[in-house]
C-alpha cells in the first residue's frame, strides 16, 4: 500500500475539522464489531484504491461522491456510519460532510486501511484480480 505526503495545506484543513468529527480507533473499532454493534462500514477511498484491497464488509462510497449518493442509501441520519480512508485523513472529511448534512452518528476510523493492515487485521480483495 502507497503513502501519500500530505500537503501543508490539506493537513491544515484536516486539522480545522478533527475536532468537529469523533474517531474511533482501531482496536475499539474491533471491540464494538466483536459486541455486535450494529453499523455501515464506508470505504471514502477512490476506485482502484477500493480494488486493490478493503476491510471486510465494507460498502464503497468514494470521497468525490458521497456527499451526492449517501441519502439515497441510507435516509436516516441517525444511522451509524464508520468511514475509512487509507490513512484517516479524508475519512475526516468525509464525516465533517456528512455531519454538515445532518448524520448525527458518523465516525472515521483512525489509521483507516494502512493501520488495519498494520495491525494484521483481514483485508478483503477481488477474487479475479
Given at each position: 500500500?502507497?503513502?501519500?505526503?500530505h500537503s501543508?495545506?490539506?493537513?491544515?484543513l484536516?486539522?480545522e475539522a478533527?475536532?468537529?468529527?469523533?474517531?474511533?480507533?482501531i482496536p475499539?473499532?474491533?471491540?464494538r464489531?466483536?459486541?455486535?454493534d450494529?453499523?455501515?462500514?464506508?470505504?471514502?477511498?477512490e476506485?482502484?484504491?477500493?480494488?486493490?484491497?478493503?476491510l471486510?464488509?465494507a460498502?464503497?462510497?468514494a470521497?468525490?461522491i458521497i456527499?451526492?449518493?449517501?441519502?439515497?442509501?441510507f435516509?436516516d441520519k441517525s444511522?451509524?456510519?464508520?468511514c475509512?480512508?487509507g490513512?484517516g485523513y479524508?475519512?475526516?472529511?468525509?464525516?465533517?460532510?456528512?455531519?454538515?448534512?445532518?448524520y448525527?452518528?458518523?465516525v472515521s476510523?483512525?489509521?483507516?486501511?494502512?493501520?488495519?493492515s498494520e495491525?494484521g487485521?483481514p483485508v478483503?480483495?477481488?477474487e479475479a484480480?
Amino acid at each position: 500500500m502507497t503513502h501519500h505526503a500530505h500537503s501543508a495545506a490539506f493537513l491544515a484543513l484536516v486539522d480545522e475539522a478533527r475536532p468537529r468529527v469523533r474517531e474511533l480507533d482501531i482496536p475499539e473499532y474491533g471491540r464494538r464489531v466483536m459486541r455486535g454493534d450494529v453499523h455501515v462500514l464506508i470505504d471514502v477511498r477512490e476506485d482502484h484504491e477500493w480494488a486493490a484491497g478493503r476491510l471486510p464488509g465494507a460498502l464503497h462510497l468514494a470521497r468525490g461522491i458521497i456527499e451526492r449518493d449517501i441519502e439515497s442509501h441510507f435516509a436516516d441520519k441517525s444511522t451509524p456510519i464508520v468511514c475509512y480512508c487509507g490513512g484517516g485523513y479524508r475519512s475526516i472529511l468525509v464525516c465533517d460532510s456528512l455531519q454538515r448534512m445532518g448524520y448525527t452518528n458518523a465516525v472515521s476510523l483512525a489509521g483507516g486501511i494502512r493501520g488495519w493492515s498494520e495491525a494484521g487485521l483481514p483485508v478483503e480483495t477481488d477474487e479475479a484480480g
